[in-house]
């Protein structure tokens, strides 16, 4: 009976083989990035970030088309220009819109999604450079499987015109009042 392993050693194996387990895929995640190629069945157009002054955050406005026959899962983006980025949703709550953080966005086979004011945004915030209208920020967004699409956003004043900008304009401060939020 003595050869038999205890139930504790037993349970101890499977957690030290679970660790393991959970190393490999977080070294496979790092590593994703490196090898992964674009993803082909998805689209980004109109991708404009509009530009706030005094290193205010500002808001990433794109559309996303999935042309592919399996939805995909949009799981975060970044953006060497940014020391944070995150996709958020403003929501109306009372009548009072707040902005949520959104884990992910699943894009449904052969549709679209739009990151548009009032609704879903990439919240960029902390620059690391001087970010101004008429520059040009790389986005890469982070797909479920490890595959990522980087776009080219166009940095635009409040107001100027673009795609979205008439709905935006009756966002204005929008994000002067995300960072303290009451
Ligand atoms: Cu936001």
Redesign the pocket.
């Known amino acids: 009976m003595s050869s038999l392993p205890t139930p504790h050693h037993k349970s101890h194996g499977l957690a030290r083989r679970a660790l393991l387990a959970s190393c490999f895929a977080a070294a496979a995640m790092a590593i994703a990035p490196a090898f992964a190629t674009g993803l082909a069945t998805v689209q980004a157009k109109g991708a404009w970030i509009r530009w706030l002054p005094a290193n205010l955050?500002a808001?990433g406005y794109v559309e996303l088309g999935n042309t592919g026959d399996k939805p995909v899962v949009l799981l975060g983006a970044e953006s060497p220009d940014y020391g944070n980025t995150?996709l958020?949703q403003?929501v109306s709550k009372g009548g009072v819109s707040e902005?949520i953080h959104v884990d992910k966005i699943t894009i449904p086979a052969h549709g679209h999604m739009a990151f548009s004011p009032g609704g879903y945004?990439i919240?960029l915030m902390q620059p690391k450079k001087e970010v101004k209208p008429g520059d040009k920020v790389p986005i890469t967004f982070r797909f479920e499987g490890g595959k990522t699409l980087t776009v080219d956003f166009e940095v635009r004043k409040p107001g100027a015109s673009g795609p979205g900008s008439m709905k935006g304009m009756d966002m204005g401060g929008m994000?002067d009042m995300?960072p303290q939020k009451p």
Request: hydrophobic content about 30%; glycine content about 10%.
């Open positions: 955050p808001g995150m958020h403003t902005m945004h919240m994000h995300h």
